[in-house]
């Protein structure tokens, strides 16, 4: 008897949790976890609704908020706040029409991990804009930015933006402060702006960032500084890139793909551009107008495996054995095995 009256407890709750009502022209999708399913999250789909849906009430336990593709000119924070807001863990506002944001619209959203801000038409991002959430991914692509500034993530303090390390202290990041300024972003995604040079993001603990299709004419050798933690970077699609300075990404020890393909002004690379790529696994070279890979370099990316150049040539890195001197017989050598369009495959020796 006891077991089944629990049973029947979880099993109204779970009916209560699915039956939630759902604000009008919304989706909601109830998730249910744990034990007997006594947990619960909603994700609130408002896409394609049009730009009447805002201000949207949304359950309390709403977990991801989707208001993509509702031609929003504008929000603010009295629309993103209320129940359901303060505990929201992802926002999707891409493909709308929003021109601005103020350091308030996302003030309300302390658990805010994810924000999706791509297709609109921003062209600035306020200093603190993304301060009050703890957000570790942010997706900024096809905006109309010409700069992202450090202060976007930052609390802005007597004129200067303050980053405090404080990385050992996870619990302290969620409730961010005044006196906790620490910007948790790990994922940055600017793919698609106006950007004309590398923003200046050295503290942030990026893993993963994209800076494709913007007018950046040049790396400089200290645009990249203080991004240790970065493993993915990507600057394919640049059309007016010319120029990598040497050691442009010394800083970048744990990088494990670096992404310039389709380049085509990028025409010549010096080894020392390589500097520092200790962990570097994967080059994308295609399509740019580096053809010609100095063997030399691969002294400078001893993790790498795969290198793709030109039209669909792509190389790895092999061992191989070959006779060097009959005395001494067999030794291993280190070569560069490239398999071209047509699938012939040429070796070369790495240095
Ligand atoms: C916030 O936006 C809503 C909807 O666009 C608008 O009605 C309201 O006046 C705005 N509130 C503030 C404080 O700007
Ligand atoms: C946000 O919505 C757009 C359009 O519906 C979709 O393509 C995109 O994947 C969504 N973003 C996230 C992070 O789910
Ligand atoms: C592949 O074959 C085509 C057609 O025969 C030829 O034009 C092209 O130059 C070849 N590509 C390479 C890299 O040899």
Same mark, same amino acid.
């Given at each position: ?96 029409? /929003? ?6 619209? %996302?003030?309300? +959203?302390?658990? #805010?991990?994810? !924000? @999706? &801000? $791509?297709? *609109? ?119 007016? /890139? ?6 442009? %990404?010394?800083? +970048?020890?744990? #990088?494990?793909? !670096? @992404? &310039? $393909?389709? *380049? ?88």
């Amino acid at each position: 008897m006891a077991l089944s009256a629990w049973l029947y407890v979880f099993i109204l709750q779970g009916m209560v949790g699915a039956s939630k009502s759902c604000f009008p022209e919304c989706r909601c999708e109830v998730e249910n976890f744990g034990l007997f399913h006594s947990f619960s999250l909603t994700k609130v789909d408002c896409s394609d609704v049009g730009s009447h849906v805002v201000p949207v009430s949304i359950p309390l336990d709403t977990s991801y908020l989707d208001l993509s593709s509702n031609k929003l000119k504008r929000v603010n924070e009295s629309v993103l706040s209320g129940p359901g807001y303060t505990t929201l863990v992802n926002l999707n506002l891409s493909n709308n029409l /929003l021109v601005k944001i103020s350091s308030s619209t %996302f003030s309300k +959203l302390r658990y #805010l991990e994810s !924000l @999706d &801000l $791509s297709h *609109n038409l921003l062209e600035v991002l306020p200093d603190q804009s993304f301060f009050y959430s703890p957000l570790a991914e942010i997706d900024l692509s096809y905006n109309n930015l010409l700069e992202v500034r450090m202060g976007a993530f930052t609390l802005k303090s007597q004129g200067k933006s303050m980053i405090v390390d404080l990385s050992h202290n996870s619990i302290g990041s969620v409730f961010r402060g005044a006196d906790n300024p620490v910007p948790n972003i790990q994922s940055l995604i600017l793919s698609g702006n106006n950007l004309i040079s590398v923003p200046n993001l050295n503290g942030i603990p990026l893993r993963h960032l994209s800076l494709d299709r913007n007018p950046v004419a040049k790396i400089k050798k200290n645009d990249l500084s203080g991004l240790g933690g970065l493993t993915h970077l990507s600057l394919s699609d640049l059309p007016n /890139l010319r120029d990598v300075d040497p050691y442009s %990404f010394k800083d +970048l020890t744990s #990088l494990l793909v !670096l @992404d &310039l $393909s389709n *380049n085509r002004n990028l025409i010549a690379l010096s080894s020392e551009v390589f500097y520092g790529l200790d962990s570097l696994q994967e080059l994308n070279l295609a399509n740019s107008g580096v053809s010609n890979f100095p063997k030399e370099t691969l002294r400078h990316l001893p993790s790498m495996k795969v290198i793709s150049l030109g039209v669909n040539v792509n190389c790895v890195k092999s061992v191989k054995e070959r006779p060097f001197h009959h005395e001494k017989g067999l030794v291993m050598k280190e070569v560069l095995l490239c398999r071209d369009e047509n699938g012939s495959v040429s070796a070369q020796d790495v240095l």
